[in-house]
Nanobody, 121 residues
Framework: QLQLVESGGGLVQPGGSLRLTCAAS????????IGWFRQAPGKEREGVSC????????YYADSVKGRFTISRDNAKSTVWLQMNSLKPEDTAVYYC??????????????WGQGTLVTVSE
């Protein structure tokens, strides 16, 4: 059974850090791009970061560039999103997804259930 499970969300103060984990089971990450998306209340889902499968290129939304870092260990079937200098506007449910390439969300076939990140005093 193909599955992605996110963890590591929680409540953090502005300026703080969190590391999200995406654990894959039932398939190998070797041939998949892995993206992190988020959806804030009342807003559309947006792409946050992506790690391509073949060339090691990583992508970041302008809003998180310089603060977030995506990394992966295919042997461990795990992808991480290190989030530093968190802001209240980073509050959202964060999802990881696996797909053919780093592009729009429609390119991603498999999705996790999400983990909530709340940035607040």
């Amino acid at each position: 059974q193909l599955q992605l499970v996110e963890s590591g969300g929680g409540l953090v103060q502005p300026g703080g850090s969190l590391r999200l984990t995406c654990a894959a089971s039932g398939f190998s990450l070797d041939y998949y791009a892995i993206g992190w998306f988020r959806q804030a209340p009342g807003k559309e889902r947006e792409g946050v970061s992506c790690s391509s499968s073949d060339d090691g290129i990583t992508y970041y939304a302008d809003s998180v560039k310089g603060r977030f870092t995506i990394s992966r260990d295919n042997a461990k079937s795990t992808v991480w999103l290190q989030m530093n200098s968190l802001k209240p506007e980073d509050t959202a449910v964060y999802y990881c997804a696996a797909g053919s390439r780093c592009a729009t969300s429609s390119q991603f076939e498999y999705w996790g259930q999400g983990t909530l990140v709340t940035v607040s005093e």
